[in-house]
């Protein structure tokens, strides 16, 4: 287990450990709560397109170094994501949610694992991570394993190997991958998050109009007296300017239009 040990330390654990025993899935967390392995998974059936979709989009989308791509073993293809620095497991759960909602939005919950996670269901709300990959099954003996990019659409149907991997071969694949620098996590991590509603729009107010049947009244009350043109050219003025408001209500344009009827002359 040397160099595989030792490449699956450098990219995925909080702490340095013998490279001389397989890691356990309980090394994947250190004593402070925190992570460096987010691993999203696409699961029953073990579909790669929708998990190629991130794979090609971590990359050309938000400029992250490559994640590795495993089999599962029972069900599901994962990607093993790597952070240069470990984290705390609200924010890894926020990355890997992130990037559910941008690439896999399309497929139901059930079938998209994002680890670590915190078992709410349990009394002490335990945190669930990855087993470590390579790995058999418990009770199956089929084996998880890290495989190449070309090489995954070939395990849809049977996401596992049915002998141990080469050592030699896993290393290999571990040894060509990068891990996210702080500084880019944070970026991409805040580049994720849903954007906030956008706060509802007011109608526009309309101004506040002078009652038109005083209005009308007052043009009745300056028509025929010389000394009030100035007035009811005025007073003339508004009514048009409500009548002809597309804005103002209805009721007001019709009273705005009653109110410049010319005077009916008396019988």
């Known amino acids: 287990m040397g160099r595989l040990a030792t ?20 090394d994947l967390v250190d004593a402070r709560g925190r992570v460096r392995a987010l691993v999203l998974e696409v699961a029953r059936p073990a579909d790669w397109p929708p998990l190629a979709a991130v794979w090609a989009g971590v990359q050309g989308d938000l400029g992250l170094p490559a994640p590795a791509i495993a089999v599962n073993g029972r069900d599901g293809l994962q990607l093993w994501f790597s952070l240069a620095e470990p984290v705390d497991v609200a924010p890894a759960q926020a990355f890997l949610e992130g990037l559910r909602r941008r690439y896999l939005h399309d497929l139901p919950a059930a079938r998209v ?7 709410a269901a349990t009394a002490a709300a335990a945190l669930r991570l990855a087993p470590p990959v390579p790995a058999p099954q418990a009770d199956t003996g089929c084996w998880s394993a890290f495989v190449a990019q070309d090489l995954a659409p070939l395990f849809a149907e049977t996401p596992w190997l049915d002998t141990p991997p080469g050592d030699d071969g896993q290393a290999s694949l571990l040894m060509r991958l990068q891990s996210i620098p702080p500084a880019l996590f944070d970026a991409v991590l805040a580049h994720l998050q849903p954007s906030a509603p956008a706060a509802p729009v007011a109608p526009p107010r309309l101004p506040d109009l002078p009652d038109l049947p005083q209005t009308a009244a007052a043009v009745a009350d300056v028509r025929g007296s010389d000394a009030a043109q100035g007035a009811h050219a005025e007073a003339r003025r508004f009514l048009l300017s409500v009548m002809h408001d597309p804005s103002a209500p209805l009721a007001l344009r019709i009273e705005a239009a ?3 009827l010319p005077e009916r002359p008396a019988r």
Do not use: I
């Open 7 to 26: 490449e699956f330390r450098r990219l995925y654990l909080p702490a340095h450990g013998p490279a001389d025993t397989p890691p356990r899935s309980g």
């Open 113 to 119: 694992g994002l680890l670590p996670a915190v078992d």
């Open 258 to 260: 009653k109110a410049l």
